[in-house]
């Protein structure tokens, strides 16, 4: 059964503190993909990575940064928290060639 | 103009009623289209792939059409645990990056 594991389900983190996400797939997946969700607003791109230390920002890259050191690890990194970034986080993986993506349980961050 | 659109409802209907969806994209070079669901504080799931010539899974078809960049999701006989968010999914242009529209809620109320 594929698995993509998000390392927290809750989070809270303080303003100003740098917050790291980890993400962990199991099925040998090229492509990574980190979004948020909030109320109203769907699913928004952070960033994504099609192969391991390769990275492209998405629609919403500012305030974050990624890691891809392994092929089956994705690190998404919020450098200063701030409360606008108080959302639901999406790790998702999918094989080169189909946007079939997997997701992870998501984690709920709340920055206070 | 974004690039993947879906009322954002809420549809809400009776157990056994015929409900339908649709999602519109703009970019006419897209090739790849799914339907995923997802309940309440849970993660997107894959529902359905959506075919150029038609999808069926049981009580949920899934259509496609080009000339009017659409996709549409039919589910016959709701249940109450069909309830859940429906999100359409496209490939942006010639990349492999999902494309999500905002969701489509869905009510079924006895």
């Known amino acids: 059964d594929v698995k993509v594991t998000q390392s927290s389900r809750y989070l809270v983190k303080r303003t100003g503190e740098k917050v790291f996400l980890e993400c962990v797939q199991d099925?040998?997946?090229?492509?990574m993909f980190w979004y948020r969700q909030d109320p109203g607003l769907g699913l928004r791109l952070i960033y994504f990575?099609?192969?391991?230390?390769?990275?492209e920002k998405g629609d919403i890259p500012e305030g974050y940064s990624v890691s891809r050191e392994k092929k089956e690890r994705f690190s998404l990194i919020l450098e200063s928290a701030s409360t606008n970034q108080t959302s639901m986080y999406l790790c998702a993986s999918s094989s080169s060639g189909t946007i079939e993506a997997f997701f992870g349980q998501g984690t709920r961050l709340t920055v206070v | 103009r974004k690039e993947v659109e879906q009322d954002p409802g809420p549809f809400n209907v009776p157990e056994g009623a015929t409900v339908a969806f649709n999602c519109t994209y703009s970019?006419?070079?897209?090739?790849?289209f799914f339907w995923y669901r997802q309940d309440c504080r849970k993660e997107p799931k894959l529902l359905m792939s959506?075919?150029?010539s038609g999808n069926e899974d049981g009580r949920f078809t899934a259509q496609l059409n080009r000339a009017s960049q659409y996709i549409s999701l039919l589910i016959r006989d709701s249940k109450l645990s069909d309830s859940a968010t429906y999100l359409c999914?496209?490939?942006?242009?010639?990349?492999?990056?999902?494309?999500f529209g905002r969701g489509t809620s869905l009510i079924v109320h006895p």
């Open positions: 999914v496209v490939n942006t242009g010639g990349s492999y990056i999902p494309t």
């Open positions: 959506v075919y150029s």
């Open positions: 990575s099609y192969d391991v230390k390769m990275k």
């Open positions: 099925m040998d997946h090229e492509n």
């Open positions: 970019n006419s070079a897209s090739q790849s």
